[in-house]
Structure formats: structure tokens, C-alpha cells
């Protein structure tokens, strides 16, 4: 066969597989020539499988891409209906809560359980304090949204509310930042103002009818008192007489945002502004045991009658005067509130003669828990340097608590310098005598030649015993008697007179009976002092004193008195007995109390108008005729 033959029989052959398209050689052309491309219309149409796979997966795309086209317009459309509908449901909750005033907040919404605990954890030297108050707290979010669940108002509403309370669920709890806060009495006055950082509160949609659903709240308070002392006891009287105590307070401006304090996120975005918010806040003053019942006819109690003083104590020391008390403190608080407070310092200041006051004593507490009734203050400190010439208000202290009169003090605490309570130091329960035993050893008389009345010399013996609790070291340098001479024993001490009414020429009116003689000295006499062991009382001295020739002076119509006695003196076996009854001046050193003059030289104090009784025998031989 010729290749020619080949050929065309090799055309002419056909298989059952698929037709192959001849294989490209370097001769092929790139572009075909349309006759080549395009069969005739006189020739068949071939229709090959590749091409209708091809137009096969073209119609699949297609329908795929309408489907994914219909699914993302539904789904944008669904989207765009959803948060349409929760744009309108957080406008309609917004619309609620932009109508909702701060007072339906305070009266509706905020609950306080408590406080039932407060720490006062640091006073700072301008006067403010910084308190920790512990208590139960909420906010019923769903009566001021109006989503709780009271009431049928039908489905579309209930599933309004149904997702308000979901979302106060979500949002948990807010944070409240409350600018400073500035508290009035009801007379306008300032009372105090207030700061505290932001603090968290918990939400509640639907809270129980209990107060199971409170959460604790811990807050820290930041209390600087107004330093107008008058507006607080204008304040306290008003209280008193009203029964509750009443207060109005001014906050300038309060942000409450959702979320928590320390946590950001998307809850932070939701924020409630309210400024210039003015709101009354009143408590019902509770019963206090022991005393009346608030009203408005009922006076208002004295401090002291708050305040009893168990026991108090004085004792020297190498440098100073310790002073340690116990008192019990009627607490006003109710029961709920427990408070404890730091160590707080005190000064006591005695009223002087031109009604200045003298600072004494400077004191601290221990410190202290409140307890039912009573709290028990544990008080000690240190007697103060005092200044020169200023002995007077101390011996008129001294002079009315050994009358049994309460003396009037006045205690300040140096980090309120502006406040200070007028109050009483109590009287004892019973009359102390610190002058005990009191005689004339050798006591001589004799005329004096340079007058009608006489001269007495001898050597002044007397005990000087201080109350219990006083240990005081004392160094008796001087003493100025001044003494009534009876005929026989004097019964009763005499009524004392304050260093400021105290006349020293002036005698009693009417004269004691039996009282014959007046001794008085011209000037101080010299005294030395022993101490000797104390049992049951404080500290005890002997104090000896020695006078020479001191004027003894016939009272006013009492010679007849006085020549009885000398007619006794004279013939009576065993002389006679002359009663000594009077007030003295002492001079004394106090251990670890130094006084100081104006060169800052120690010095010692005078304790002026001691009451003393005593006695003294006088016989023939005492009498230097």
C-alpha cells in the first residue's frame, strides 16, 4: 500500500472512543481561518461532552450566586430590622430613664440597708475624716423602667419587658461618681461636706418582696465638719426639739455609668447624667436610755449628763503629771450601727478670772468600740506646764470640789479646733478634808506691847491628805493661815470663798459662836513637809510650820468670850481647849509639774484657801504673862 493509500484509509478509520484532534506540529497555525473554525452550515454540528460540562457549572454558578445573593439580602434586611427594633426599644428604655428624676431614684429605686458598721480610719490635721461605712445596698432598676413584673398589660408589653429586664440582667450594675457633696442644716447653714471616690451599685429587674437581693456595699467617705461652732448647737438644739434630725443636701453633679469600676467594655458607653440635684434627708432621733424623749418643750441635756467619770487618778512622775480616768458615755446611736474609732486627743481648759480659758490637761482615748447603753472610754495624759500666774483657776477648781460642787471645764479636741464642749467636772460623793490634824505645838501667848490684843507663837502641825487616786509628790515650801480661835471645839468647817471673792479683811458675818480670836500672819511662813505612807487614801504629808509672835486679835464684841477662856486657862487643872477652824494658803512644789515664770525659771504653784478644823490645848504655862 502507498503512503498515499495510508493516508486516506487512515482517515477513513473511526473508533468508539473520542475523536482526537490531530496533533500540533510547527506547521499548525496560531489563529485558524474561519473556514477552518466554523463548519459550514452543509456540515453537521458536532456537540462535544467538554462543552456542555462547561455550560452546565456556568447555570450552577449562577443559581448559587441568586441564592447567596437572596441569603445576604434577607440576612442585611433581618439585621437591619433587628437593630431597628432594639435602636426603638433603647430609645423607648432611654425615653423612660430621661424622665425619671433623681428623687424617684432616692425614693423609688436606691435601698439602703444599714450602715451597720463605721470605721473612722484617719482624722488628717485640717479637720476632715476619712470613714469606712459598711452596709446592704440595690437598685430596683425595674420600678423605675416599668419592666418588673407586676401587672397584665398584654403580650407585646409583657415581652417589652420581658427584654428590659434581660438587659438590666446583662448590664449587671453601675458606677455612681458623686461630685461634692454639701450638707445644710434646715436653717441653711453649712454643716459639712462630703467626697467620696466612685462606687459600684448592683441592679435589680425584679427583686423580692425580702431584702434578700441587697448586695454589701463597702464606701469610704471623705467628712470635713463646718468650723462654725454655733451652726452645729444650733443644729443639735433644733434636732433635739424637732425629734428627727433633718438635713438638706446639695450635689452639684452625679454620673452614673453602666459597668463596673475597674472593667471597660461596651457597658461604659451607657452613661446618665444629672446635675444640680437637691434632695432632703431626715432620720428619727432614736430613744436614748436615761434620758427624755425629744420634743419641742423638753430642753435639750447638758453634756454631763452624757458623760459619767467612773474613776480619775493623778500621779507624778520624774517629768511630768500622768492623769488616767475611766468614763462611760451614753450612746446615742442605734444598735444597727456598730462604729469604731481611733485614738482621739483632748485638751481640758480651766476658766481663768477675766473668763479666758487655761489650758490644764491634754488627754487621749484608747481606742473604742460602740456599745449598748454605754461606751467606755479608757482616757490617759500629762498635765500641761502651766504658765505664770496662773494658780487661781486650779485652787478655785480645788476650793469648789472640796465644797462638793461640780466645776465647769472645757474640753476641746485639737483636730476640730473650733469645737469645744462647756461641760462639768462632777463634786465628789463625799467632802474630802485634805487638811487634817491640825494643832499649834507650843503655842505661846503673850500681850503685845505695841497694841491692846496679843501675840502667839508656837509651831503649826497639819496633815495634808489628798484624795484617792492622787499620788502626787508634793514639796510644801510656805502656808498663810488664817484662823478663828474658839473656847472649846470647832464643829463645822467653814463655807469656803473662791480666791476671786475672798477679802482678806473681811470676817464672817455673823461670827461663829464661841469664836473669840483671829490669827493672822503678816506674811508667808516657812513650812517643810514629810511624806509619810498613805493607806487608803492618796498621798500624805506632814507639814510643819513654825510662827513667831503672829497677832492674835480679839473679835468684835467677844471679850467676854475670850476672858472665859482665859479664866479656864488659868484655873482649869489641864488648861483649856481652843478650837482652830480656817482657811490657808499653800505653797507647793509638785513633782514633775514644774510651773514656769516669765524667764521660764520652774517654779511652784499656790494652792489658796484650804478649809482646816483642829484643836489646840492651852495651858497656865503657856500663857507669858
Same mark, same amino acid.
Given at each position: 500500500?502507498?503512503?498515499?493509500?495510508?493516508?486516506?484509509?487512515?482517515?477513513?478509520?473511526?473508533?468508539?472512543?473520542?475523536?482526537?484532534?490531530?496533533?500540533? @506540529?510547527?506547521?499548525?497555525?496560531?489563529?485558524?481561518?474561519?473556514?477552518?473554525?466554523?463548519?459550514?452550515?452543509?456540515?453537521?454540528?458536532?456537540?462535544?461532552?467538554?462543552?456542555?460540562?462547561?455550560?452546565?457549572?456556568?447555570?450552577?454558578?449562577?443559581?448559587?450566586?441568586?441564592?447567596?445573593?437572596?441569603?445576604?439580602?434577607?440576612?442585611?434586611?433581618?439585621?437591619?430590622?433587628?437593630?431597628?427594633?432594639?435602636?426603638?426599644?433603647?430609645?423607648?428604655?432611654?425615653?423612660?430613664?430621661?424622665?425619671? @428624676?433623681?428623687?424617684?431614684?432616692?425614693?423609688?429605686?436606691?435601698?439602703?440597708?444599714?450602715?451597720?458598721?463605721?470605721?473612722?480610719?484617719?482624722?488628717?490635721?485640717?479637720?476632715?475624716?476619712?470613714?469606712?461605712?459598711?452596709?446592704?445596698?440595690?437598685?430596683?432598676?425595674?420600678?423605675?423602667?416599668?419592666?418588673?413584673?407586676?401587672?397584665?398589660?398584654?403580650?407585646?408589653?409583657?415581652?417589652?419587658?420581658?427584654?428590659?429586664?434581660?438587659?438590666?440582667?446583662?448590664?449587671?450594675?453601675?458606677?455612681?461618681?458623686?461630685?461634692?457633696?454639701?450638707?445644710?442644716?434646715?436653717?441653711?447653714?453649712?454643716?459639712?461636706?462630703?467626697?467620696?471616690?466612685?462606687?459600684?451599685?448592683?441592679?435589680?429587674?425584679?427583686?423580692?418582696?425580702?431584702?434578700?437581693?441587697?448586695?454589701?456595699?463597702?464606701?469610704?467617705?471623705?467628712?470635713?465638719?463646718?468650723?462654725?461652732?454655733?451652726?452645729?448647737?444650733?443644729?443639735?438644739?433644733?434636732?433635739?426639739?424637732?425629734?428627727?434630725?433633718?438635713?438638706?443636701?446639695?450635689?452639684?453633679?452625679?454620673?452614673?455609668?453602666?459597668?463596673?469600676?475597674?472593667?471597660?467594655?461596651?457597658?461604659?458607653?451607657?452613661?446618665?447624667?444629672?446635675?444640680?440635684?437637691?434632695?432632703?434627708?431626715?432620720?428619727?432621733?432614736?430613744?436614748?436610755?436615761?434620758?427624755?424623749?425629744?420634743?419641742?418643750?423638753?430642753?435639750?441635756?447638758?453634756?454631763?449628763?452624757?458623760?459619767?467619770?467612773?474613776?480619775?487618778?493623778?500621779?507624778?512622775?520624774?517629768?511630768?503629771?500622768?492623769?488616767?480616768?475611766?468614763?462611760?458615755?451614753?450612746?446615742?446611736?442605734?444598735?444597727?450601727?456598730?462604729?469604731?474609732?481611733?485614738?482621739?486627743?483632748?485638751?481640758?481648759?480651766?476658766?481663768?478670772?477675766?473668763?479666758?480659758?487655761?489650758?490644764?490637761?491634754?488627754?487621749?482615748?484608747?481606742?473604742?468600740?460602740?456599745?449598748?447603753?454605754?461606751?467606755?472610754?479608757?482616757?490617759?495624759?500629762?498635765?500641761?506646764?502651766?504658765?505664770?500666774?496662773?494658780?487661781?483657776?486650779?485652787?478655785?477648781?480645788?476650793?469648789?470640789?472640796?465644797?462638793?460642787?461640780?466645776?465647769?471645764?472645757?474640753?476641746?479636741?485639737?483636730?476640730?479646733?473650733?469645737?469645744?464642749?462647756?461641760?462639768?467636772?462632777?463634786?465628789?460623793?463625799?467632802?474630802?478634808?485634805?487638811?487634817?490634824?491640825?494643832?499649834?505645838?507650843?503655842?505661846?501667848?503673850?500681850?503685845?506691847?505695841?497694841?491692846?490684843?496679843?501675840?502667839? @507663837?508656837?509651831?503649826?502641825?497639819?496633815?495634808?491628805?489628798?484624795?484617792?487616786?492622787?499620788?502626787?509628790?508634793?514639796?510644801?515650801?510656805?502656808?498663810?493661815?488664817?484662823?478663828?480661835?474658839?473656847?472649846?471645839?470647832?464643829?463645822?468647817?467653814?463655807?469656803?470663798?473662791?480666791?476671786?471673792?475672798?477679802?482678806?479683811?473681811?470676817?464672817?458675818?455673823?461670827?461663829?459662836?464661841?469664836?473669840?480670836?483671829?490669827?493672822?500672819?503678816?506674811?508667808?511662813?516657812?513650812?517643810?513637809?514629810?511624806?509619810?505612807?498613805?493607806?487608803?487614801?492618796?498621798?500624805?504629808?506632814?507639814?510643819?510650820?513654825?510662827?513667831?509672835?503672829?497677832?492674835?486679835?480679839?473679835?468684835?464684841?467677844?471679850?467676854?468670850?475670850?476672858?472665859?477662856?482665859?479664866?479656864?486657862?488659868?484655873?482649869?487643872?489641864?488648861?483649856?481647849?481652843?478650837?482652830?477652824?480656817?482657811?490657808?494658803?499653800?505653797?507647793?512644789?509638785?513633782?514633775?509639774?514644774?510651773?514656769?515664770?516669765?524667764?521660764?525659771?520652774?517654779?511652784?504653784?499656790?494652792?489658796?484657801?484650804?478649809?482646816?478644823?483642829?484643836?489646840?490645848?492651852?495651858?497656865?504655862?503657856?500663857?507669858?504673862?
Amino acid at each position: 500500500m502507498t503512503p498515499t493509500e495510508n493516508d486516506s484509509s487512515s482517515s477513513c478509520i473511526k473508533g468508539k472512543g473520542k475523536a482526537k484532534h490531530p496533533e500540533p @506540529s510547527e506547521r499548525t497555525p496560531l489563529l485558524l481561518h474561519h473556514s477552518d473554525a466554523a463548519p459550514s452550515p452543509s456540515q453537521p454540528r458536532v456537540v462535544h461532552d467538554e462543552d456542555v460540562d462547561l455550560e452546565s457549572s456556568s447555570d450552577a454558578r449562577r443559581r448559587l450566586l441568586s441564592k447567596l445573593t437572596f441569603v445576604f439580602l434577607v440576612s442585611l434586611s433581618s439585621c437591619i430590622l433587628i437593630f431597628l427594633l432594639l435602636a426603638l426599644l433603647a430609645y423607648s428604655y432611654a425615653a423612660r430613664l430621661s424622665d425619671v @428624676s433623681p428623687e424617684d431614684i432616692l425614693e423609688n429605686a436606691l435601698v439602703i440597708q444599714g450602715p451597720y458598721r463605721v470605721n473612722v480610719l484617719n482624722v488628717t490635721a485640717d479637720g476632715g475624716t476619712w470613714i469606712q461605712v459598711r452596709a446592704r445596698a440595690g437598685i430596683n432598676a425595674g420600678s423605675i423602667m416599668g419592666v418588673d413584673t407586676d401587672g397584665d398589660e398584654g403580650t407585646f408589653y409583657d415581652m417589652w419587658k420581658s427584654f428590659g429586664r434581660w438587659g438590666v440582667e446583662v448590664l449587671d450594675r453601675v458606677t455612681v461618681d458623686v461630685s461634692t457633696t454639701q450638707i445644710f442644716s434646715q436653717r441653711q447653714a453649712l454643716l459639712a461636706t462630703l467626697d467620696s471616690p466612685p462606687f459600684e451599685l448592683p441592679l435589680t429587674a425584679n427583686p423580692p418582696y425580702d431584702d434578700s437581693w441587697l448586695s454589701p456595699l463597702s464606701l469610704t467617705l471623705f467628712i470635713v465638719p463646718t468650723q462654725n461652732a454655733s451652726d452645729i448647737n444650733q443644729f443639735v438644739h433644733d434636732s433635739w426639739h424637732l425629734g428627727a434630725a433633718s438635713v438638706h443636701a446639695s450635689i452639684p453633679s452625679v454620673i452614673i455609668s453602666g459597668g463596673s469600676t475597674d472593667k471597660g467594655g461596651w457597658r461604659q458607653i451607657l452613661k446618665l447624667q444629672r446635675s444640680s440635684i437637691e434632695t432632703q434627708l431626715s432620720m428619727k432621733l432614736p430613744p436614748i436610755p436615761g434620758l427624755p424623749t425629744p420634743g419641742k418643750d423638753v430642753p435639750l441635756p447638758s453634756i454631763s449628763q452624757l458623760i459619767t467619770l467612773q474613776s480619775f487618778g493623778v500621779e507624778s512622775e520624774a517629768k511630768d503629771v500622768t492623769v488616767h480616768a475611766l468614763a462611760t458615755v451614753v450612746n446615742p446611736v442605734p444598735p444597727i450601727i456598730n462604729l469604731t474609732a481611733p485614738s482621739l486627743p483632748f485638751i481640758i481648759s480651766l476658766p481663768s478670772e477675766n473668763r479666758s480659758l487655761v489650758p490644764m490637761v491634754s488627754v487621749h482615748t484608747d481606742p473604742f468600740m460602740l456599745t449598748h447603753p454605754n461606751i467606755t472610754l479608757t482616757i490617759s495624759g500629762n498635765v500641761l506646764p502651766l504658765p505664770p500666774h496662773h494658780s487661781a483657776p486650779i485652787s478655785a477648781f480645788i476650793s469648789r470640789f472640796l465644797s462638793l460642787e461640780p466645776n465647769p471645764v472645757s474640753v476641746a479636741c485639737p483636730l476640730f479646733p473650733s469645737f469645744a464642749l462647756d461641760m462639768e467636772f462632777p463634786a465628789p460623793s463625799s467632802k474630802p478634808q485634805i487638811l487634817r490634824n491640825v494643832t499649834i505645838h507650843d503655842m505661846k501667848i503673850k500681850p503685845n506691847s505695841a497694841s491692846t490684843g496679843f501675840l502667839a @507663837s508656837g509651831s503649826v502641825f497639819a496633815r495634808i491628805v489628798l484624795p484617792k487616786g492622787m499620788d502626787l509628790t508634793l514639796d510644801v515650801t510656805r502656808v498663810f493661815p488664817d484662823v478663828l480661835v474658839f473656847d472649846g471645839e470647832a464643829h463645822e468647817l467653814p463655807t469656803l470663798l473662791l480666791p476671786q471673792q475672798k477679802d482678806k479683811e473681811e470676817l464672817p458675818d455673823p461670827l461663829p459662836e464661841r469664836a473669840f480670836g483671829h490669827i493672822r500672819p503678816e506674811d508667808w511662813l516657812e513650812a517643810t513637809s514629810v511624806q509619810v505612807d498613805a493607806e487608803e487614801e492618796g498621798s500624805i504629808f506632814a507639814v510643819t510650820a513654825d510662827m513667831v509672835d503672829v497677832p492674835l486679835q480679839v473679835l468684835p464684841g467677844r471679850q467676854k468670850q475670850f476672858s472665859n477662856f482665859i479664866s479656864k486657862v488659868v484655873f482649869g487643872t489641864h488648861g483649856a481647849l481652843a478650837g482652830l477652824q480656817g482657811t490657808t494658803d499653800v505653797g507647793v512644789h509638785i513633782l514633775g509639774l514644774p510651773f514656769r515664770d516669765h524667764e521660764d525659771t520652774a517654779t511652784g504653784m499656790d494652792l489658796l484657801g484650804l478649809p482646816f478644823r483642829g484643836s489646840v490645848r492651852i495651858g497656865m504655862k503657856d500663857l507669858l504673862v
